[in-house]
């Protein structure tokens, strides 16, 4: 699998040491948006590139990694992107299987909104925080050996047709969802095989490790 991340100008929410271990077994290509290279730095890893009008990167930080030999590719502050979508723009057509996003939360309600619709914008973006994953769903999903596990749907598009939930502790049958019903809000998986099934529309899914 082809996996790529991007660490984002927010903040490593929760156990560093949680970010670490998810890299180390899921091991991808790094991309930074100008200060996410800061968190970047604080985990001791070494990105590919940053990139960004480099307003918010540390200059020890900037410095070190030049020296590292790391691409750096600045931008004029006046664009029509954040950091953050000029590179998932780049990465969106070089075959990734995964885009984990890091740091994505913890800034301004603003910028952390406008992050979260980049789920619904883009495809094989996954917005990981210590124990929670936020990814889109648009076509039925199984979830395998995943019992006891708290998760969340919730409408990403104007409305969700047909919605079948099999193997939750609350499952639903035939339900049409409407963007802004809360009816999907905090689920639990029972069995070592749940389903989530659908005939149209966009799912905000959010899981809890």
């Known amino acids: 699998m082809k996996i790529a991340y991007i660490f984002f100008n927010g903040k490593l929410l929760g156990d560093t040491n949680y970010y670490r271990k998810f890299y180390t077994e899921n091991k991808g290509d790094i991309f930074c948006a100008d200060g996410g290279a800061n968190l970047c730095y604080e985990l001791n890893l070494i990105p590919l590139e940053i990139w960004g009008d480099l307003d ?6 900037l410095e070190y990694y030049t020296e590292k030999s790391v691409i750096i590719k600045k931008f004029n502050k006046d664009k029509d992107f954040t950091d953050s979508e000029l590179i998932i723009n780049y990465l969106k057509d070089k075959n990734y299987n995964k885009i984990y996003c890091v740091g994505a939360f913890g800034g301004d309600i603003d910028h952390e909104l406008t992050n979260i619709n980049l789920i619904y914008k883009y495809e094989n973006l996954y917005f990981i925080k210590e124990n929670e994953m936020l990814f889109k769903i648009e076509k039925d999903l199984e979830f395998k ?15 969700i047709i047909n919605l079948k939930l099999q193997g939750f502790k ?11 019903d809360s009816l999907c809000m905090s689920n639990v998986i029972i069995s070592d095989l749940a389903k989530i099934s659908f005939d149209s529309g966009t799912i905000l899914c959010v899981i809890k490790s």
């Open 170 to 180: 609350y499952n639903v049958e035939n339900v049409n969802l409407k963007k802004g």
């Open 56 to 61: 918010s990167i540390n200059k020890d930080i």
């Open 145 to 159: 050996n995943s019992k006891n596990t708290k998760i969340s749907f919730i409408p990403f598009s104007k409305e």
